[in-house]
């Protein structure tokens, strides 16, 4: 028994002193740069074209991304990512986009440099420039395109037509060297392209900051191959291209985007295509407690982001869970609603009701939001402690308004299988401001709010999987004071608010249940 105790005292130490060793090699922080493009779409995207005339428009797309790997390049960025989508565009038919296809060798049976060797293979015209643009600037790059990959019909996921579509993110290394790429593996109703025949878990690995996971835009709410990357191969740092039309209250990109870099307490790099009339706006560089982030409905330009940020060491993942978990405990000493709703602290962690006053209870009722069936009640006193549940999951509030604003707030539960634009298990404990004094008006997105509340949100999910959603008047991004379990509770507490209060929540994915 002690032996393997102090065996395995012995492993961390070597582990922390590789780390240790490691980060001094390769630096402590990092410059990384993201840029949300302003894309240059094709007016008529159904449309068969040419080559050549597919290749103009890029084309025209590539020269700004030049721009920004110079202008990156200058302020001193080790890497920059583009959104997806970026180059081509969108709302392709299967056939129209062909033209707009570069062809991708099989990396693990071809070392390859396209701006070096440019004419290895035909139909590389995209990634050629992308690659002299890496070499050029000696930055990673990291980019999305379409991709196309010819296949035998004896290959039973080979298409009729003979040629796998492939919504694809590409790495080049700052020699220009094509090191990865990645096939997107959740298709959000994108017609023109295929589904990978194997899920793609794609690493590459940096001088600078270790190795780097890559996914794509609605990946993001999926286990695969998100989590699996995230876990298995302790990933702490993520580039994401993304297309993202923003969704309030609860999945606006800054807002998802800052929730996951948090929960999963890791670096996430990503782009989104800046389009206001689609309702696509929203990037940043994140860390797990900080963010530098570009959200603008009304300008029409793009933004590039630099920013210096630390390279999260690797060893932290063993012990995250327990950090985590051990400053929720010190901090909840004063624990509100122990008193009043809950008993926390019973052996087995459960939560036993008392009796409240007198005081008759609003009652709940239910709303769509986000095309779910919301369960909610309003926040109708100064402050309080309420309680809503649905199915397995109950949310608790504690709250305090801070000053008297003539607005409806409500606590939201919702325990189900989100059906519409995708299929996804979600349980879910929300504050939002609701659009008018009306119910009927509760989830609906808006973006302005002046209500100022101190809280204490929680749950008791079934999932580990919370992704922490806090937005505020003008949509912009907040953190918690604490976050992570509490026995069987997750929770969220924020006191001291700067501005009006959006959405307070906690998005669980229950994967299994999809
Ligand atoms: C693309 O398609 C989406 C949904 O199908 C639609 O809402 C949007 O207006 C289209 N965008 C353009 C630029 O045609
Ligand atoms: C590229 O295309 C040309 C013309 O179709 C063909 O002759 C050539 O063999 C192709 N090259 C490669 C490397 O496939
Ligand atoms: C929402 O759920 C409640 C409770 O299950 C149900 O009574 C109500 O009809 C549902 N509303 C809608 C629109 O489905
Ligand atoms: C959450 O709490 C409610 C009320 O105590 C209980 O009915 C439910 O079973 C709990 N859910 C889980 C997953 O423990
Ligand atoms: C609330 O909104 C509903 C639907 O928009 C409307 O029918 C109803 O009259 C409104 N109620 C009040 C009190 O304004």
Same mark, same amino acid.
């Given at each position: 028994?002690?032996?393997?105790?102090?065996?395995?005292?012995?492993?961390?130490?070597?582990?922390?002193?590789?780390?240790?060793?490691?980060?001094?090699?390769?630096?402590?922080?990092?410059?990384?740069?993201?840029?949300?493009?302003?894309?240059?779409?094709?007016?008529?995207?159904?449309?068969?074209?040419?080559?050549?005339?597919?290749?103009?428009?890029?084309?025209?797309?590539?020269?700004?991304?030049?721009?920004?790997?110079?202008?990156?390049?200058?302020?001193?960025?080790?890497?920059?990512?583009?959104?997806?989508?970026?180059?081509?565009?969108?709302?392709?038919?299967?056939?129209?986009?062909?033209?707009?296809?570069?062809?991708?060798?099989?990396?693990?049976?071809?070392?390859?440099?396209?701006?070096?060797?440019?004419?290895?293979?035909?139909?590389?015209?995209?990634?050629?420039?992308?690659?002299?643009?890496?070499?050029?600037?000696?930055?990673?790059?990291?980019?999305?395109?379409?991709?196309?990959?010819?296949?035998?019909?004896?290959?039973?996921?080979?298409?009729?037509?003979?040629?796998?579509?492939?919504?694809?993110?590409?790495?080049?290394?700052?020699?220009?060297?094509?090191?990865?790429?990645?096939?997107?593996?959740?298709?959000?109703?994108?017609?023109?392209? +295929?589904?990978? $025949?194997?899920?793609?878990? #794609?690493? &590459?690995?940096?001088? *600078? /900051?270790?190795? =780097?996971? @890559?996914?794509?835009?609605?990946?993001?709410?999926?286990?695969?191959?998100?989590?699996?990357?995230?876990?298995?191969?302790?990933?702490?740092?993520?580039?994401?291209?993304?297309?993202?039309? +923003?969704?309030? $209250?609860?999945?606006?990109? #800054?807002? &998802?985007?800052?929730? *996951? /870099?948090?929960? =999963?307490? @890791?670096?996430?790099?990503?782009?989104?295509?800046?389009?206001?009339?689609?309702?696509?706006?929203?990037?940043?560089?994140?860390?797990?407690?900080?963010?530098?982030?570009?959200?603008?409905?009304?300008?029409?330009?793009?933004?590039?982001?630099?920013?210096?940020?630390?390279?999260?060491?690797?060893?932290?993942?063993?012990?995250?869970?327990?950090?985590?978990?051990?400053?929720?405990?010190?901090?909840?000493?004063?624990?509100?609603?122990?008193?009043?709703?809950?008993?926390?602290?019973?052996?087995?962690?459960?939560?036993?009701?008392?009796?409240?006053?007198?005081?008759?209870?609003?009652?709940?009722?239910?709303?769509?939001?986000?095309?779910?069936?919301?369960?909610?009640?309003?926040?109708?006193?100064?402050?309080?402690?309420?309680?809503?549940?649905?199915?397995?999951?109950?949310?608790?509030?504690?709250?305090?308004?801070?000053?008297?604003?003539?607005?409806?707030?409500?606590?939201?539960?919702?325990?189900?299988?989100?059906?519409?634009?995708?299929?996804?298990?979600?349980?879910?404990?929300?504050?939002?401001?609701?659009?008018?004094?009306?119910?009927?008006?509760?989830?609906?997105?808006?973006?302005?709010?002046?209500?100022?509340?101190?809280?204490?949100?929680?749950?008791?999910?079934?999932?580990?999987?919370?992704?922490?959603?806090?937005?505020?008047?003008?949509?912009?991004?907040?953190?918690?004071?604490?976050?992570?379990?509490?026995?069987?509770?997750?929770?969220?507490?924020?006191?001291?608010?700067?501005?009006?209060?959006?959405?307070?929540?906690?998005?669980?994915?229950?994967?299994?249940?999809?």
């Amino acid at each position: 028994m002690a032996d393997s105790i102090f065996g395995s005292i012995y492993i961390l130490l070597l582990l922390c002193y590789k780390v240790v060793t490691e980060d001094i090699h390769r630096g402590e922080h990092y410059v990384a740069a993201i840029y949300e493009h302003h894309v240059i779409l094709n007016p008529n995207p159904t449309a068969i074209v040419s080559r050549q005339s597919a290749l103009e428009l890029m084309n025209r797309n590539l020269d700004i991304y030049e721009e920004q790997v110079i202008a990156a390049a200058r302020q001193g960025a080790h890497i920059i990512v583009f959104p997806e989508d970026g180059i081509q565009g969108f709302n392709f038919t299967r056939t129209s986009i062909y033209p707009y296809l570069d062809f991708i060798p099989d990396l693990d049976s071809v070392t390859w440099n396209p701006c070096k060797e440019a004419n290895l293979f035909n139909d590389t015209e995209v990634l050629h420039r992308l690659s002299c643009m890496a070499l050029k600037s000696q930055v990673f790059l990291v980019a999305n395109l379409g991709t196309k990959q010819p296949c035998k019909q004896r290959d039973r996921h080979c298409p009729n037509d003979g040629r796998y579509q492939f919504n694809t993110n590409v790495v080049f290394s700052d020699s220009g060297k094509l090191i990865a790429r990645y096939r997107k593996q959740n298709l959000y109703f994108e017609y023109a392209f +295929n589904t990978p $025949p194997k899920v793609d878990y #794609i690493i &590459f690995d940096t001088p *600078f /900051a270790d190795k =780097f996971g @890559i996914f794509t835009c609605f990946d993001i709410l999926f286990h695969e191959p998100t989590v699996t990357l995230i876990k298995q191969h302790k990933i702490k740092q993520i580039a994401y291209p993304t297309a993202w039309m +923003n969704q309030l $209250p609860l999945l606006s990109a #800054i807002e &998802f985007q800052q929730a *996951f /870099a948090t929960a =999963f307490d @890791i670096n996430l790099l990503a782009a989104n295509i800046h389009y206001p009339d689609l309702d696509m706006t929203g990037s940043g560089i994140y860390t797990p407690s900080k963010s530098f982030v570009y959200y603008d409905m009304e300008s029409i330009d793009g933004r590039l982001i630099v920013a210096q940020i630390p390279v999260i060491p690797l060893h932290k993942t063993h012990m995250e869970d327990e950090i985590i978990s051990n400053r929720i405990q010190d901090s909840f000493s004063s624990f509100h609603m122990d008193n009043q709703i809950c008993h926390m602290d019973d052996e087995d962690g459960s939560c036993l009701r008392e009796e409240k006053s007198t005081k008759k209870a609003p009652s709940i009722f239910y709303e769509e939001m986000m095309y779910d069936n919301f369960t909610l009640l309003p926040l109708t006193e100064p402050e309080g402690d309420i309680q809503v549940c649905s199915k397995a999951l109950c949310c608790y509030l504690n709250y305090q308004k801070l000053i008297f604003s003539n607005e409806l707030y409500v606590l939201g539960v919702f325990d189900g299988l989100h059906t519409v634009h995708g299929t996804y298990y979600v349980q879910a404990c929300v504050l939002v401001k609701c659009a008018s004094l009306n119910y009927t008006s509760c989830g609906q997105g808006i973006t302005k709010a002046n209500g100022l509340i101190d809280f204490q949100l929680q749950g008791n999910f079934s999932t580990a999987f919370i992704f922490p959603l806090l937005l505020r008047s003008g949509v912009t991004l907040d953190y918690a004071d604490h976050l992570g379990w509490k026995h069987n509770y997750y929770v969220m507490q924020k006191k001291g608010a700067s501005s009006g209060l959006i959405t307070a929540g906690l998005y669980g994915r229950w994967y299994e249940k999809d």
